[in-house]
């Protein structure tokens, strides 16, 4: 008879050697759990010829992007052998402006793929075509007021498709950490605008809060989980001058050209937007000097010059200084809209110029270069606003910094130099461009558009009334 305790060690160690031969029955490379997809995928980078794809999951697992043009037949691949739970697969070689679906996971097994897992390449730069961006700003609060305004860009869009979406900043509420994004962002959105549309943020000031860190190292370092979160184009892989940093960068969309900038972090540990001898502003006069040529040229941040909104633009310094010492720069440049987020609400102006001062000393005489709303709806003194090619002097100003956040009026609300400003309603902006017409409306969360511009480049002698 064997004894009770040298039975159980010979129990043990069959029980060893059958896991151990079990262990050696699986596939080289096989995860020993399912991995759980736990964000994305998401586009970022994209250009007519390439994209990136990004994901994370629950534990570390090698990447594969299946893709092709055929929903059916997912005829091509890319992957990274790496174990990781942060993905990030490049697709390159791709045809311009060309749908494409996809699906993505390791390299025995799928994540996510169907019908509704696609995206279409960027036009070639500089090509005329019709094109859709949308615009959200200070999105990320978890609010009912984002998904509303969510559900009515879907709605309003129906059966067309975005070319792409922009951030205008403060995207993750309160303090901009990895989990707020992950419930207040991607959560949000990874159903719909995150797996299609290719996506070109910029920061805002909450995005450089730290639970961990002080705000000024954040803004010295990027050390935020914004710069973790999102991949930017900073070789120029997307169009423009290469920028070699995250903070501020250009893309091209077919004829537009945009630049996405920083109004809050600093570089070389000093400069900031408004420090016009800055690495900023010296790469931003290369660029706008590069790109001449574009039909369409739009720059957007996060801190706006002109607000009576929930801030106030006479009084906090980013505003006050990027007013005074940076926006004349985009202006001589011709720069046609601006966007910004921060004050809770929507303003726009006309096509204006020249005004740096504060609200008081705007005078619609001398600023403003068309007396016209822009609206183009038939309505009394609603005309386009017209440019030339060569005469590209004025920009529309535009704040839409309700896409989540919502309310909030100073005592001389609304800002002298806007025609339209409304802080009770939440809502995103939506720029429809055709060859040389470029319109903008408000999507607001109830599906009402309650502002809308048009704009429109001519060959001929400058028009602007």
């Keep these: 008879m064997i004894k009770k305790p040298l039975f159980l060690l010979l129990s ?16 080289p490379g096989a995860a020993t759990e399912p991995v759980r997809l736990i964000r994305g995928p998401y586009l970022q980078v994209a250009s007519s010829r390439g994209i990136l794809i990004r994901w994370r999951t629950d534990v570390s697992s090698r990447s594969r992007v299946r893709y092709g043009t055929d929903k059916a037949k997912l005829d091509q691949s890319a992957e990274d052998t790496k174990l990781l739970t942060e993905h990030q697969v490049k697709l390159s070689g791709l045809k311009p402006y060309t749908k494409y679906f996809y699906s993505i996971g390791g390299l025995r097994d799928t994540l996510q793929g169907d019908e509704n897992n696609f995206f279409v390449t960027l036009p070639e730069p500089g090509k005329p075509g019709h094109y859709r961006i949308a615009a959200l700003g200070d999105c990320g609060d978890n609010s009912v007021n984002q998904r509303h305004v969510k559900e009515q860009l879907l709605k309003y869009l129906g059966p067309n498709e975005l070319n792409a979406w922009i951030l205008l900043g403060d995207n993750a509420y309160q303090d901009g950490t990895d989990s707020e994004f992950q419930s207040k962002f991607f959560n949000i959105y990874k159903n719909d605008l995150l797996k299609k549309y290719p996506l070109f943020p910029a920061p805002g000031n909450h995005d450089y809060h730290d639970t961990d860190l002080s705000a000024k190292h954040a803004q010295e370092t990027h050390e935020t989980a914004y710069y973790q979160n999102f991949s930017m184009p900073t070789e120029a892989e997307s169009g423009g001058v290469p920028s070699h ?41 290369k660029d706008l000097a590069a790109n001449k040529n574009k039909g369409w040229v739009i720059a957007f941040w996060h801190h706006p010059p002109y607000t009576m909104g929930s801030h106030n633009s006479d009084q906090e310094e980013e505003l006050v200084k990027i007013r005074e010492n940076f926006i004349q720069i985009i202006e001589r440049a011709g720069v046609d809209v601006v966007l910004n987020g921060h004050s ?42 017209k440019k030339t090619i060569k005469n590209r ?16 009026k100073q005592a001389s609300y609304p800002h002298n130099a806007m025609y339209f400003s409304d802080a009770d309603h939440g809502g995103s902006c939506v720029l429809d461009v055709q060859d040389n017409t ?11 558009i309650r502002d809308q511009f048009t704009m429109m480049k001519e060959a001929g002698k400058n028009v602007s009334k």
């Design 12 to 27: 043990l160690a069959l029980l060893f050697t059958e896991a151990a031969l079990s262990q050696d029955k699986k596939e």
């Design 393 to 408: 002097k004025g920009t529309v100003y535009v704040l839409s910094g309700s896409a989540g956040k919502l309310g909030g």
């Design 438 to 448: 470029l319109e903008l409306k408000w999507i607001c969360a109830d599906g009402v």
């Design 344 to 385: 809770h609400g929507y303003e726009r102006s006309r096509l204006m110029m020249g005004h740096y001062g504060m609200e008081n000393t705007f005078d619609p005489k001398k600023h403003n270069l068309s007396s016209s709303s822009g609206k183009n709806d038939g309505s009394k003194d609603a005309a386009p606003y």
């Design 245 to 285: 940093t995250q903070a501020f960068y250009s893309f091209d969309i077919g004829n537009i050209h945009f630049l996405s900038l920083d109004s809050y972090g600093k570089e070389e540990n000093s400069y900031r937007l408004y420090d016009t001898l800055g690495p900023q502003v010296q790469w931003i006069k």
